[in-house]
């Protein structure tokens, strides 16, 4: 078989399904946010923390619950990661140094999983399964809790009531995705993932020297940092480690496992709103915008220039045989179009061009589909302002799903819009003019430019991955890119939780003729045209200076 046929295969499959759980799935999520019942374990955990979880909260005291629960999360990481040589399981490690513990707390709490740090030669097994792994289940329920907060939002009216964060967190953890995550943890260790608590292992190689193996609770960790697009390893190689992605198969399945939730949470937010076809205008958008990305990194990896990459049927340095040019490249692109971050190639080692196409995915807002719950409400942020932009083109007052998109709604939406682009543009300026260490960014050119333009991409759209040619293990990266992941992470659910509330607050409008059809293909090509130009304008001049000049 040939690879492109290979490849073809593989795509299909993956879009296969992801349409066959699109429906059970989302439907599923949606009755688990609209329920009104708490099992037992969620009864206990409401009385451990004191909270009353049939208790409405206005868009305030949701927020002030996210940011509360989120404070604590960084503290708590932090603070194991400090006395992580007092603690069992640590495999000997020192405690991580005061900055880099910071950036590691901020990057898993924000949803991000930047790791400046081999996980395999810092971390031991508690903080791993104890620390990281946790927080990659609660900062993923915490974004999924804020997409709901926002759909609830268009849903209700004459009332400033979005549920209750603490209901939201809990259900989203305990009833979605420990069960999928365990299910997924299962599968991975029956194709070959790790899963222990052991010691590093002595191995004698066959020229006689002895090597020590790294081990850990991997497949559980693998499957909750795919499926909440978190993307941290318990390996410094990531999902291009044997031990966390063994073939193909496993490729295949993590790839589905960071899309899923992304992809059907669009189909939730129709059933929410009370109309489905509001949620396939969304993930049609998102489809489109993901599919364009696959086909383009796949073809310019496929044709990269150069005698060793033709000789080998594409732009193979830094790619895992096992995976190839298809595999990797989708891999790339959906984990770069979500929030993931997670690796099973080089990124640097990509073709400019393609390099350029996955920092533009981060770039858009990570909205296509995006990461768990903020691909979603950012994907929704975007409908208010093609909405708006329409309504100036007939010249009437924009609605979407019956609300009106008034001065105080544009203003937030635009807020919530601005914030990664400041961050991304001004934290690239500044280490690309202040002196920072000089030996942290180490190739010149627009190569070096890519790399510092795409550290702080990913850190400030909760991402996570990185071009890795930055050596970001210093106290001005470890700081400035954990504020820039908490600042990416919070400053935007301030705007959308106002925005919700607002929404909330108005009188359903009824449809007139002069009503844009948000269900149509129309609404679909104006919403995919509004993302792209608002990221395009926004960030050409910066994609300019580094792949672009590096590709051409």
């Known amino acids: 078989m040939s690879p492109v046929l290979a490849d073809l295969l593989q795509v299909s499959a993956l879009i296969a399904a992801l349409a066959l759980v699109h429906r059970p799935f989302g439907d599923h999520m949606a009755a688990v946010y609209r329920s009104t019942r708490h099992l037992r374990v969620e009864r206990w955990t409401y009385r451990a923390i004191g909270v009353n979880p049939d208790a409405e909260q206005r868009w305030p005291a949701y927020l002030r619950g996210v940011l509360a629960f989120s404070a604590v999360s960084v503290l708590f990481l932090y603070l194991v990661q400090r006395v992580q040589d007092r603690l069992p399981l640590s495999l000997g490690f020192q405690p991580i140094s005061p900055d880099q513990a910071f950036n590691t707390a901020a990057s898993f709490t924000s949803n991000t999983n930047w790791q400046s740090y081999s996980g395999e030669s810092a971390m031991g097994h508690l903080v791993q399964t104890g620390g990281l792994a946790v927080q990659n289940f609660l900062s993923a329920a915490v974004g999924m809790a804020v997409a709901v907060a926002l759909v609830r939002g268009f849903a209700r009216s004459r009332t400033g009531e979005l549920g209750n964060f603490w209901a939201d967190l809990v259900r989203g953890t305990v009833r979605i995705l420990l069960p999928v995550a365990t299910l997924a943890a299962i599968v991975l260790v029956a194709a070959g993932a790790v899963q222990n608590l052991s010691d590093h292992h002595a191995v004698t190689s066959v020229t006689g020297v002895t090597q020590h193996l790294p081990s850990g609770a991997v497949a559980s960790q693998e499957a909750i940092k795919d499926l909440g697009t978190n993307g941290g390893g318990v390996f410094n190689a990531n999902s291009a480690h044997p031990f966390e992605n063994p073939n193909a198969l496993t490729n295949l399945l993590e790839i589905f496992l960071l899309t899923v939730i992304p992809f059907s949470l669009p189909r939730t937010f129709g059933s929410l709103v009370g109309d489905v076809r509001q949620g396939r205008a969304v993930v049609a958008a998102m489809a489109v915008i993901w599919l364009t990305g696959v086909v383009l990194v796949t073809v310019l990896e496929f044709q990269h220039p150069g005698a060793a990459a033709q000789a080998a049927g594409g732009a193979m340095e830094g790619k895992e ?232």
């Open 321 to 552: 045989v096992r995976f190839g040019e298809g595999g990797s490249s989708l891999f790339a692109v959906s984990t770069t179009m979500t929030s993931t971050g997670a690796v099973n190639s080089f990124h640097s080692s990509f073709s400019g061009l393609s390099g350029g196409v996955l920092l533009l995915g981060m770039m858009l807002g990570e909205v296509a589909p995006g990461g768990v719950g903020s691909g979603l409400y950012g994907m929704l942020v975007m409908a208010v302002i093609a909405v708006f932009v329409a309504g100036l083109m007939v010249g009437r007052t924009p609605e979407y799903l019956g609300k009106k998109i008034r001065a105080r709604e544009i203003k937030l939406a635009a807020c919530s819009v601005l914030i990664t682009p400041t961050l991304v543009l001004v934290g690239t300026a500044l280490a690309v003019a202040l002196p920072t260490p000089p030996d942290s960014a180490r190739n010149p050119g627009p190569h070096g430019f890519s790399e510092i333009l795409y550290a702080y991409t990913s850190a400030s759209n909760n991402n996570g991955s990185a071009f890795a040619g930055l050596n970001a293990d210093t106290d001005w990266y470890n700081t400035t890119l954990g504020l820039a992941m908490l600042l990416g992470r919070f400053l935007p659910m301030v705007f959308v939780l106002a925005l919700a509330g607002s929404l909330a607050e108005q009188r359903p409008v009824p449809a007139t003729a002069g009503t844009l059809q948000t269900t149509k293909p129309l609404f679909t090509q104006l919403l995919v045209g509004a993302v792209l130009v608002v990221a395009g304008l926004t960030f050409f001049p910066a994609l300019a200076l580094g792949p672009l000049a590096e590709g051409l």
